[in-house]
């Protein structure tokens, strides 16, 4: 009962505060006239703090038993809304008893920075321990420049913490009592026990979080929070089978050939939408009752990017109803990121697909795309990055992509390409990333780039 009373804390503070404004100017206003209205005023006002911050401060401090919160940011936010209670409350007193007019302009003039400071350490627990900063000191993302020289841990899997996980497990919270931003409380857990088992992804309480559906309220990140994308989850997965490793170097782990692709993408880049993909021009929000209805089907869409209107689907290879294909078809707009992989679409629908002309990224890897479908896709104008690997199309199908003028990267792991015709698919696509997986590219001095066809046989036939 009280965990649920503490649950209203983030609701109820935000009345003293709002008084406590409107006091102050009526405070400001009444030393031109004793006898005003806001003079008279301020003991109502006065007790409205009182009692409302009393209940804000016992809710705080119900909700900080919890531990999901930094002890001593936590400690001083408390502290300053005791003070606050108890300034409130003799500020009334004194006022009521006109008693020490002099104590009362102290009190008032102490109660301004004590209210400021309140609210910023409420703020630094909420939104973090920059919030309210004038510090520009933030985690900054390590640049890969050589993917086998990286570290494991610190280029590869703290940066997916780092953006999907430390808003609500690191210094400034702890949701469950557990953080995730540094080696030592990785390992610590958190009040579930042990986080990771080495060797042993699928045991691991932190992968199984990962891949629950997101209806599951065990899930993490919480469904309405930025998703990792499947990259991520399988990165994160071989970090833990590989030994929970927090020194080793990407080259010191053995390398499944899909991994080899995933941490090449992420060197390269190029798995994501980037600002710079998004269209320049400004794009209505997409319907939100249309929204919900794709979320009800239990369907990640969200946007990009902060305060964008621009969605990216994930569609976790669902089989989904006629409603929610035509719900996407009518804010296919605002789509520029779809990740289908292992989700088949009828003919109709790859024909549609053509519809969505703002999509810059499709992920349809081991989907039923064929030659036939691929024409759809053509019409893609604006598309960036496509994962056609393990499918069934041919060197025929990519004839008709050739006409994607803003295609960079091409991905044909495990297809059934012609060998033999590799030099002519080269032809079709001389400014493309073409990625066919676990393959060594040797460059001769004269730049000319040179595939060993029995190399690249072995990889496409796996």
């Given at each position: 009962m009280s965990q649920l009373f503490g649950q209203f804390h983030p609701l109820i503070l935000h009345l003293p505060i709002g008084i406590w404004t409107i006091a102050y100017l009526f405070k400001w206003l009444s030393l031109k006239n004793k006898e005003s209205v806001f003079e008279k005023t301020l003991p109502v006002l006065l007790l409205v703090i009182f009692v409302s911050s009393f209940f804000t401060s016992l809710s705080g401090y119900l909700l900080s038993l919890s531990g999901a919160y930094e002890e001593e940011l936590v400690n001083n936010h408390k502290l300053a809304g005791i003070a606050l209670t108890i300034i409130s409350g003799l500020l009334y007193w004194l006022i009521k008893k006109d008693i020490s007019l002099k104590f009362q302009h102290g009190l008032w003039i102490a109660s301004a920075p004590i209210l400021f400071i309140t609210g910023h350490w409420g703020g630094s627990l909420t939104h973090g321990e920059d919030y309210l900063s004038f510090s520009n000191k933030t985690y900054e993302k390590p640049i890969i420049e050589n993917i086998d020289e990286a570290l494991v841990y610190t280029d590869v899997i703290e940066p997916i913490f780092a953006e999907k996980c430390w808003a609500c497990h690191s210094a400034k919270k702890q949701k469950g009592e557990l953080r995730l931003d540094g080696e030592k409380w990785i390992l610590k857990g958190g009040e579930t026990g042990d986080l990771l088992i080495p060797h042993k992804s699928a045991d691991s309480d932190l992968y199984q979080r990962l891949v629950m559906d997101t209806s599951d309220d065990d899930h993490m990140p919480p469904s309405r929070k930025p998703q990792l994308s499947e990259d991520e989850v399988k990165l994160v997965a071989w970090w833990i089978d590989a030994g929970v490793s927090f020194d080793k170097k990407v080259k010191e782990l053995d390398q499944s050939p899909e991994i080899k692709s995933i941490l090449k993408r992420l060197a390269n880049k190029e798995t994501e939408v980037s600002v710079s993909d998004l269209p320049e021009t400004e794009i209505k929000a997409a319907n939100a009752a249309t929204l919900e209805m794709i979320k009800e089907s239990r369907i990640t869409i969200l946007p990009v990017a902060q305060n964008s209107n621009y969605l990216t689907v994930n569609l976790l290879g669902k089989t989904l109803a006629d409603s929610v294909w035509q719900n996407f078809e009518s804010v296919s707009e605002n789509i520029v990121s779809i990740k289908a992989a292992e989700t088949n679409f009828t003919p109709e629908r790859w024909n549609s697909l053509a519809g969505f002309k703002n999509l810059r990224t499709l992920n349809i890897s081991g989907t039923n795309v064929d030659n036939e479908a691929l024409k759809s896709i053509a019409q893609l104008a604006e598309l960036c990055v496509l994962n056609l690997n393990n499918t069934k199309i041919t060197e025929v199908g990519l004839e008709h992509l050739k006409s994607l003028q803003k295609?960079?990267?091409?991905?044909?792991?495990?297809?059934?390409?012609?060998?033999?015709?590799?030099?002519?698919?080269?032809?079709?696509?001389?400014?493309i990333v073409l990625d066919t997986g676990n393959y060594q590219v040797p460059t001769l001095k004269s730049d000319t780039t040179i595939f060993r066809k029995e190399d690249l046989a072995a990889t496409l036939s796996e």
């Amino acid at each position: 009962m009280s965990q649920l009373f503490g649950q209203f804390h983030p609701l109820i503070l935000h009345l003293p505060i709002g008084i406590w404004t409107i006091a102050y100017l009526f405070k400001w206003l009444s030393l031109k006239n004793k006898e005003s209205v806001f003079e008279k005023t301020l003991p109502v006002l006065l007790l409205v703090i009182f009692v409302s911050s009393f209940f804000t401060s016992l809710s705080g401090y119900l909700l900080s038993l919890s531990g999901a919160y930094e002890e001593e940011l936590v400690n001083n936010h408390k502290l300053a809304g005791i003070a606050l209670t108890i300034i409130s409350g003799l500020l009334y007193w004194l006022i009521k008893k006109d008693i020490s007019l002099k104590f009362q302009h102290g009190l008032w003039i102490a109660s301004a920075p004590i209210l400021f400071i309140t609210g910023h350490w409420g703020g630094s627990l909420t939104h973090g321990e920059d919030y309210l900063s004038f510090s520009n000191k933030t985690y900054e993302k390590p640049i890969i420049e050589n993917i086998d020289e990286a570290l494991v841990y610190t280029d590869v899997i703290e940066p997916i913490f780092a953006e999907k996980c430390w808003a609500c497990h690191s210094a400034k919270k702890q949701k469950g009592e557990l953080r995730l931003d540094g080696e030592k409380w990785i390992l610590k857990g958190g009040e579930t026990g042990d986080l990771l088992i080495p060797h042993k992804s699928a045991d691991s309480d932190l992968y199984q979080r990962l891949v629950m559906d997101t209806s599951d309220d065990d899930h993490m990140p919480p469904s309405r929070k930025p998703q990792l994308s499947e990259d991520e989850v399988k990165l994160v997965a071989w970090w833990i089978d590989a030994g929970v490793s927090f020194d080793k170097k990407v080259k010191e782990l053995d390398q499944s050939p899909e991994i080899k692709s995933i941490l090449k993408r992420l060197a390269n880049k190029e798995t994501e939408v980037s600002v710079s993909d998004l269209p320049e021009t400004e794009i209505k929000a997409a319907n939100a009752a249309t929204l919900e209805m794709i979320k009800e089907s239990r369907i990640t869409i969200l946007p990009v990017a902060q305060n964008s209107n621009y969605l990216t689907v994930n569609l976790l290879g669902k089989t989904l109803a006629d409603s929610v294909w035509q719900n996407f078809e009518s804010v296919s707009e605002n789509i520029v990121s779809i990740k289908a992989a292992e989700t088949n679409f009828t003919p109709e629908r790859w024909n549609s697909l053509a519809g969505f002309k703002n999509l810059r990224t499709l992920n349809i890897s081991g989907t039923n795309v064929d030659n036939e479908a691929l024409k759809s896709i053509a019409q893609l104008a604006e598309l960036c990055v496509l994962n056609l690997n393990n499918t069934k199309i041919t060197e025929v199908g990519l004839e008709h992509l050739k006409s994607l003028q803003k295609l960079r990267s091409l991905y044909l792991f495990r297809t059934e390409i012609d060998l033999n015709k590799w030099e002519s698919i080269q032809s079709l696509f001389p400014k493309i990333v073409l990625d066919t997986g676990n393959y060594q590219v040797p460059t001769l001095k004269s730049d000319t780039t040179i595939f060993r066809k029995e190399d690249l046989a072995a990889t496409l036939s796996e």
